[in-house]
């Protein structure tokens, strides 16, 4: 063999065994799939969403028991871009993070009155002692109690923005669809505090907006509408919602001027807002949910501060959720097609996939470039940790490429024939737009 092409060889086999360290590599993701048969249908119950059955078939969840599931490597990286994103809108309205107990005492869920009301959605027990818990549902009982906790809280740290993402737990009477509907989930729950019932609407006001800028940064198209407050309580709520056929909601959206309303709130026949328009009814799924909670919480549970004239006043609180874990899915639901996972840009476990030619193949001996392109990209920092190398040379560019697709990289980067140039090109596949183009490595990167 010539020297070179002996260098070529030893490079290959170095690829596509994934050694080194600080590359993410298919051939070592975790990623249990499931094989589906030749003819491309898994048989099953047809009660399964869309985005149910391909992230357990791709091998982002997996289902522990009805209504829980492990988020696997690809469903974790998705869930921290999510994150990221919210901790940095958070950020910019001074909300701060914090970390608040699951397990939280019975009495208080009796002292709001919501042991009851939440019934059997509660998820209840008993430690050694007989003493009644709550695996938290939602944290408005336990960050008011933590609040009344603090001994002369004065108006000067007020407005407070406190939240967290955090599991919650609800026995849903139908969990179902996946990571749509669980019984454990992820949330991220804000709580503010305010001195008065106006501060606390310029809060709601800067917080809509903080919800707004994470729903156009995810990039699906969503509805916000009027709710109803139900056993949250307060007085003026709105709903995030992805459209989408599953989705359980109800919401009526009027086509002239875009104003929405769930459907539980309202029945008109016309638009309460333009006064013209037809009310459309489409199913949604609610994504994030909204309270202006007044003194609800405070006022049972004693949460205090310190007026300008050096009184004491119950604080005025908003709550605001947004269903983490319920986004991914939904995400994956919109944009899906039925034997494919799609994922917002945003939030897709990895941004780019490169595919590296087959062994024994002519391109084999560029096959170098796949792993000089990676580092060149890794070492910028939007696309930093965000790349993998389908390194399992020993299957086609086309099955690679086809498996790339279906778990929904949203771009996929070939070493094929063009990257034998003596300035090589890469063939890039713009999934999300079902478009192809070749680039040069800096041409590449600047389109990405
Ligand atoms: P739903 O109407 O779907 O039951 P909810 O109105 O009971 O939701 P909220 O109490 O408003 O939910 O909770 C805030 C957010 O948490 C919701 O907007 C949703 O995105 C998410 N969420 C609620 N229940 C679940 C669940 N069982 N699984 C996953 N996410 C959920
Ligand atoms: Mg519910
Ligand atoms: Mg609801
Ligand atoms: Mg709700």
Redesign the pocket.
């Known amino acids: 063999m010539l020297p070179a092409q002996e260098r070529s060889v030893m490079l290959m086999k170095k690829i596509a065994k994934g050694t080194h360290r600080n590359v993410n590599y298919v051939s070592r993701l975790f990623q249990p799939q499931n094989v589906v048969p030749k003819d491309g249908i898994v048989k099953r119950e047809d009660s399964l969403s869309k985005s149910q059955k391909l992230m357990h078939d791709l091998g982002v969840i997996r289902q522990a028991s009805p209504g829980a599931f492990h988020l696997l490597p690809l469903g974790e990286r998705s869930l921290q871009k999510l994150i990221r994103i919210v901790d940095d809108e958070m950020c910019k309205i001074n909300a701060q993070k914090l970390l608040l107990p699951l397990l939280t005492s019975g009495e208080l869920w009796k002292s709001t009155g919501r042991w009851e009301d939440i019934g059997e959605e509660l998820f209840t027990l008993k430690d050694r002692h007989d003493r009644e818990l709550v695996l938290s549902p939602?944290h408005e009982e336990a960050v008011t109690e933590l609040m009344a906790s603090i001994p002369q809280l004065s108006y000067r740290q007020l407005p407070l923005l406190l939240y967290q993402v955090t599991s919650k737990f609800?026995d849903?009477m139908r969990?179902r669809f996946g990571?749509?509907?669980?019984?454990e989930?992820i949330?991220k729950d804000l709580y503010t505090f305010d001195t008065s019932a106006e501060a606390a609407s310029e809060t709601y006001k800067a917080v809509s907006k903080a919800y707004d800028n994470i729903f156009r940064r995810i990039g699906i198209q969503y509805f916000k509408v009027s709710a109803v407050t139900g056993v949250?309580g307060g007085s003026v709520s709105h709903?995030y919602h992805f459209p989408a056929a599953v989705g359980?909601?109800k919401l009526l959206i009027c086509e002239s001027c875009g104003y929405g309303t769930s459907l539980e709130s309202c029945v008109p026949s016309e638009c309460p807002e333009c006064g013209h328009g037809f009310l459309k009814c489409c199913p949604g799924i609610?994504?994030?949910?909204t309270f202006l909670l007044g003194t609800k919480y405070s006022v049972p549970l004693k949460a205090r501060f310190t007026t300008v004239e050096g009184k004491s006043d119950f604080l005025q609180m908003g709550s605001y959720?947004?269903?983490m874990?319920?986004i991914l899915a939904a995400g994956v639901e919109v944009l899906s097609l039925p034997d494919e996972m799609r994922w917002p840009i945003a939030l897709a476990p990895f941004t780019v996939c490169i595919v590296p030619p087959k062994e024994g193949s002519k391109e084999s001996a560029v096959a170098h470039l796949a792993e000089e392109l990676y580092h060149r990209m890794n070492s910028i920092d939007s696309f930093r940790n965000d790349l993998i190398i389908d390194n399992r040379c020993n299957m086609t560019i086309g099955k690679r490429l086809f498996e790339a697709q279906r778990t929904g990289y949203p771009f996929i980067v070939v070493i094929g024939r063009k990257a034998l140039q003596p300035v090589p090109e890469f063939e890039v596949h713009h999934i999300l737009m079902d478009k192809k183009a070749s680039f040069n490595e800096t041409a590449l990167i600047e389109y990405l």
């Open positions: 939602t609800r849903e969990p990571l749509l509907r669980g019984r989930f949330m949250m709903e359980e909601a609610e994504v994030g949910h959720g947004l269903g874990t319920r």
